[in-house]
């Protein structure tokens, strides 16, 4: 197991990014920068041994300063929206930038997606690490209190990618932090996903209204085409003339895993892709997983090697709280107050069939 760190090239603000190759076993290797602490590449070997990098995402930084859809990035310090760009938070009330229509997206303008983060490289006895802590100062993107985070990535020689995020605040905040990986069995460049199998373990989800903004309702999934619970082609009800489907342009929902938010450990997802055997398996401390196809995706992000990624190139399974929590009473909460810990862990498993 080694850990190997080389430039990145020059940020948008003239700092050099650094970008970290963790080697947990021949064939299971990452790359991970510093900048954004986005996962660049995450290799992985298909049912005859063959590795293909499986991950979107681009050649250097310049690629990931730019506009992008946060492939690969540490999400922060809001994934996924918040209605309008407000919330009340004891009494007071908050704006953040309107980045997505009305509402704010990721983190706002300039998310933890863009911020330079310190690396420090781990080695345990069964895997590889990169741990990567960041502050937030108090206002930032308009949020309250300087938040303190790290997240550390693990490569173990088990093929898993464990993902640990941790944050304390000195104000109260809201906090939801999580990877936002685009992966393509197949390979990044290897065309949509449609084929592959999805099961998601989860009986219910968040549908949405016209911007995206959770309407309130646990939907239960039976019956309708958000129903994973055994495996299916994620391309078999795409195109479904369904109301949710429809605003979405696609699977852009968040699936309940558990509602009481509990922080025990549980499988959110199994995809399988027939063609090569590859197989992932994703376990949340999370109570939510927003299943995200790509659907924006239109071939304007050319990626590594010359890849163009274009519509459904690449599937999303961030691990998250509920979207808008900040503004939903009934969701589980996303608020972090001083003296307390924001805890969370993500695993990706890569099994062949
Ligand atoms: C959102 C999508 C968005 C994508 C890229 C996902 O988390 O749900 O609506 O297009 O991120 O920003």
Redesign the pocket.
């Known amino acids: 197991m080694t850990i190997h760190k080389r430039p990145f090239g020059t940020t948008p603000e003239g700092a050099v990014a650094d970008l970290y190759l963790l080697a947990a076993a021949s064939d299971f290797k990452a790359a991970i920068t510093n900048y954004g602490g986005i996962l660049v590449s995450l290799w992985a070997p298909d049912r005859n041994g063959k590795t293909a990098d499986i991950v979107l995402g681009f050649d250097d930084v310049s690629g990931y300063a730019a506009k992008h859809?946060?492939f690969g990035a540490i999400v922060g310090r809001y994934?996924?929206r918040i209605a309008g760009g407000q919330f009340t938070l004891d009494g007071k009330m908050y704006s953040l930038a309107q980045n997505d229509g009305p509402n704010h997206?990721?983190g706002g303008v300039r998310g933890f997606d863009k911020a330079l983060w310190t690396a420090e490289p781990l080695i345990r006895d069964d895997a590889v690490g990169l741990k990567l802590t960041h502050t937030s100062p108090n206002g930032d993107e308009g949020y309250p209190g300087n938040l303190s985070c790290t997240v550390t990535y693990w490569l173990t020689n088990t093929k898993t990618l464990e993902i640990e995020y941790t944050a304390v605040t000195d104000a109260p905040t809201p906090v939801n932090l999580t990877n936002?990986s685009y992966f393509n069995l197949k390979g990044h460049n290897g065309g949509d996903i449609l084929t592959h199998e999805l099961t998601l373990f989860a009986d219910r989800f968040t549908p949405v209204d016209e911007t995206?903004i959770p309407t309130g309702e646990l939907r239960p999934v039976e019956g309708t085409p958000f129903d994973f619970r055994t495996a299916a082609a994620i391309g078999a009800r795409i195109n479904t003339e369904e109301e949710q489907l429809v605003r979405g342009k696609g699977y852009?929902h968040n699936f309940v895993l558990d509602a009481d938010a509990k922080g025990r450990f549980v499988q959110a997802a199994r995809v399988r892709e027939p063609q090569t055997g590859r197989v992932l398996e994703v376990y949340t401390t999370e109570p939510g997983v927003?299943f995200?196809c790509g659907n924006?995706l239109d071939g304007s992000n050319v990626g590594k090697g010359g890849a163009v990624y274009n519509h459904r190139n690449g599937f999303?399974l961030?691990t998250q709280h509920f979207p808008d929590s900040p503004n939903q009473a009934t969701f589980p909460s996303t608020v972090l107050r001083p003296g307390q810990m924001h805890h969370t862990q993500t695993h990706f498993r890569f099994l062949t069939d």
């Open positions: 859809p946060y994934g996924n997206l990721h936002h995206l852009d927003q995200y924006f999303c961030e």
